[in-house]
């Protein structure tokens, strides 16, 4: 199982495949935000890799990032833990503001991904 580490708050091993944005929230229980349910629309999701980046982005993320002018860091939703990753949740609901973390994301990527 791959093992995933949010820094500050310590190393879960976590299933096979999940998407990295329900691994923070589910498995290393830290509130990360999703405000547009996972679907690579709002980029509240971002998280900066400290280790183990993966090379592979969806169209739908690479996408996201350029539309907003957003670098340095990548989208958790559009992400699977399928080998250790060390990463800052930078994108929290602690001090957001905001009422919710965002709808829940689906077990599977979405959109369909089309990997790049
Ligand atoms: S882009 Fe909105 S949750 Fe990932």
Do not use: Y
């Not at 709002?42 to 539309?67: D, K, N, S, Y």
């Not at 009422?99 to 689906?106: N, Q, R, V």
Request: proline share 9%; glycine share 10%; aromatic share 2%.
């Amino acid at each position: 199982m791959p093992k995933l580490t949010v820094d500050g708050f310590g190393s879960v091993e976590v299933a096979d495949g999940k998407r990295l944005v329900l691994a923070i929230e589910q498995d290393a229980h830290v509130d990360i935000l999703h405000a547009c349910g996972g679907n690579a629309r709002c980029t509240t999701c971002r998280v900066e890799f400290i280790e183990g980046e993966p090379p592979q982005m969806t169209r739908a993320e690479q996408q996201v990032l350029a539309a907003k002018g957003v670098t340095g860091a990548r989208l958790s939703c559009q992400i699977v833990c399928d080998h250790d990753m060390t990463v800052r949740a930078i994108s929290r609901l602690e001090g957001s503001g905001r009422p919710d973390p965002g709808g829940p994301p689906a077990p599977e990527i979405t959109p369909p991904p089309e990997w790049l």
